[in-house]
């Protein structure tokens, strides 16, 4: 049975160490969602985009990269695209021209970009795997050249289709098997590009039109251009890199490299475009909705701040612990109320002191030392005060030369505290000394 005055802890301490523990890692956990903001989004959302495992997505391209021995990276954030790697952008139809028109400018002597045309409208297979999408048209090709308006005018092509194709498919197919038709009828599309700026890099072998072309910058590319000089000429602008266009996705998309021939020619490509790049490539995912801004959260989870933000959880954390674990034995619980004459007397003194009454105080105790002198003389109880006065004043004075009747008036008349508790201690010790 617990002590009377002393209360019990409702709560198991690891029960609510637990509880503070989860709410401290909940919370760190918030801090870091809102700093990562975009780069917790899902990429594998069947997009053509390099985290993208779909038919339309590069993924595969990431992969064979890594496994040649090429460090791969994804670029959610401004930082990433100013490295010196080689660049991979993968625009689709609603991304902003202007903003593609700007990344690739500031590249310009940064490092190689390839910008990767959209071609394919697919759409989610329901019930299936995450990022698994149904080829619907090719034609998004003819409207990609709308995402180079802020660089050069182009103009694309389908090559090997017939111009009824298009009208089959917008007619919803009656049966699955003339879907399957259209669709093995559209994956024979190539598609080309053609501009005034452009070089051809890789020639369309029917029609000698560009599937892939270099932007003509004033740059010397002799990797990208068969026709190039030995060494660069007057008015070449050195130091500059190269700006490849990839028109037709199919090239290096995950639906054809499984052709082992396909994946070679986009190595190939790769590595004429690298052109004195860096080390790595990295594939844009900002162009795709998977961007993340910059702000003080996300920088505080990166080197070198990491390191003070790891010491003050850390400091939160040993602070805790303190609270959690004391050392030493708890000290006890005061009574609110004291038991006896001791805590009667504190009691009394505390309220007179609070009601600013200490002065009457003085003739009452000098009333009660007197009573106190009669009785130890043997004085009779009867006699009146005066005389009881009057027989006290023959008791010789202390030691320092004071007798009653000066004493006793000064008990009287001490109207402050000091002025009581001196007089009160010289009184008790004349009684002290002369009566016991």
Known sequence: MAEAGTSANPFARGTVLLMVAIGFAAFVALLYAIG???????GNNGQAHGASSGAIGYSALGRLLEQTGTPVRYGRGPDALQQQDLLIVTPQLS??????????????????????????QASPIQGFKTGWVQLDSPFVAIQSPQLLAQLLPVKTRLEGVDDTLATKMLVQPETPEQQAALIRQALK??????????????????????????????????SLDANAPAEPGPGVQQGRYPVVIVADADLMNNLSLANRKTAAQALQIIDAAWSG???????????????????????????????????????????????????GPPMSEERPFGFGKTALVKGSAGLIRRLGRDHLTASAYADLQRDRAARALGLPPSLPPPEVDARLALVPADGEGRNYETLIETMRTARDRPAIAAAARALYRWKKERMG
């Open 36 to 42: 990562a903001g975009g780069a917790l989004r899902p």
């Open 95 to 120: 991304s902003d021209p202007k903003e593609l028109a700007a990344l690739v400018n500031q590249r310009a002597f940064t490092g190689p970009t390839i910008i990767i045309l959209p071609k394919w």
């Open 189 to 222: 599309a190539r598609v080309t590009i053609t501009g005034d700026r452009l070089k051809t890099v890789l020639a369309d072998a029917p029609t000698g039109r560009a599937r892939v072309a270099v932007i003509e910058d004033g740059g010397w590319y002799p």
């Open 277 to 327: 790049g860096g080390e790595g490539v990295v594939f844009d995912l900002t162009q795709n909705g998977l961007g993340a801004s910059e702000n003080l959260l996300s920088v505080a989870f990166r080197p070198p701040f990491v390191g003070a933000v790891a010491s003050l959880l850390l400091a939160a954390i040993a602070f805790g612990w303190m609270a959690f674990f004391r050392f």
